[in-house]
């Protein structure tokens, strides 16, 4: 490299010619088939605006993607989502609260099944004691805890 070439730049990475498809066995067994793959490589912004449609948004956003500021992608500029409200409330609303949200298994023999409905009530709870220790929006709350079930309600809680 001499002192006139810049060598590398950013802008060879705007350039990504690479393609990595699935293996066959795991694509045979996907839950989608190639014609969604087809759409997303067709319109890749309009793909992902229609998937954002399936969750509920407290505010749309303005831009579903503003690459003004390479290699710095922002999605869905000024929409805000709330996450508890998009992995409970709205499953608990269209009255799957009874379908299982997941199952959780601990050391052998220690097992349990969580539905919607469960799950809800238990971060509603936990969200209320957060906020009576006086926690609220914008603050930092650390979870230290192992792979349980309480982890899951703790974050969900946050959210």
Not at 1 to 7: H, I, K, L, N, R
Not at 83 to 92: E, P
Not at 93 to 99: I, N, V
Not at 108 to 118: H, L, Q, S, V
């Amino acid at each position: 490299m001499s002192d006139t070439d810049p060598g590398p730049t950013l802008s060879n990475l705007m350039h990504e010619e690479r393609r990595f498809p699935p293996p066959e066995d795991f694509a045979a067994n996907a839950n989608v088939t190639a014609d969604v793959y087809e759409l997303a490589a067709a319109d890749r912004v309009g793909f992902w605006e229609e998937q954002a449609r399936r969750l509920e948004w407290a505010q749309d956003w303005d831009t579903a993607l503003d690459w003004s500021n390479p290699p710095f992608a922002k999605w869905f500029v000024g929409g805000k989502l709330n996450a508890a409200v998009n992995c409970l409330d709205r499953h608990v609303a269209a009255g799957r609260g009874d379908k299982v949200a997941f199952y959780w298994e601990g050391e052998p023999g220690d097992t349990r099944t969580i539905t919607y409905a469960d799950l809800t009530r238990e971060v509603c709870r936990a969200a209320n004691a957060i906020t009576e220790l006086g926690i609220g929006k914008g603050d930092r709350v650390a979870i230290y805890l192992p792979m349980i079930p309480e982890t899951v309600v703790a974050m969900l809680a946050c959210a």
